[in-house]
């Protein structure tokens, strides 16, 4: 059984920072790609980052691009988000999801999920 495991959410002022593990077991994230997705109230689910732990290729949302860094630890099948700079609107439940292969954005293209992890920043 495939799951995949996010931790490291929590409260933070604008300008701190956060770092979201994503832990997969039955399941190995290499060779795969993995999305980090934000959901915010009433907004659709929306991608920030996403690494092919493959070749490694990164991508991220414009808003984040220099303050958010994605990144593999292979010895320990998981992936993490990096966050610095944090701002309010960036608020939301943070989501993992794995897909085979092919970065794509649209988060209905990704066949695994983990069970999400808040992040609050106030100003």
């Known amino acids: 059984q495939v799951q995949l495991v996010e931790s490291g959410g929590g409260s933070v002022q604008a300008g701190g920072s956060l770092r979201l593990s994503c832990a997969a077991a039955g399941y190995m994230l290499s060779r795969k790609c993995l999305g980090w997705f934000r959901h915010a109230p009433a907004k659709e689910r929306k991608r920030v980052a996403a690494?092919?732990?493959?070749?490694?290729?990164?991508e991220y949302a414009d808003t984040v691009k220099g303050r958010f860094t994605v990144y593999e630890e292979k010895d320990k099948n998981t992936v993490i988000l990096q966050m610095d700079m944090l701002k309010p609107e960036e608020s939301g439940i943070y989501y993992c999801?794995?897909?085979?292969?092919?970065?794509?954005?649209?988060?209905?293209?990704?066949?695994?999920w983990g069970q999400g992890t808040q992040v609050t920043v106030s100003s």
């Open positions: 690494i092919d732990t493959g070749d490694y290729t990164t």
């Open positions: 999801a794995s897909r085979q292969q092919g970065l794509v954005a649209w988060y209905g293209d990704y066949s695994y």
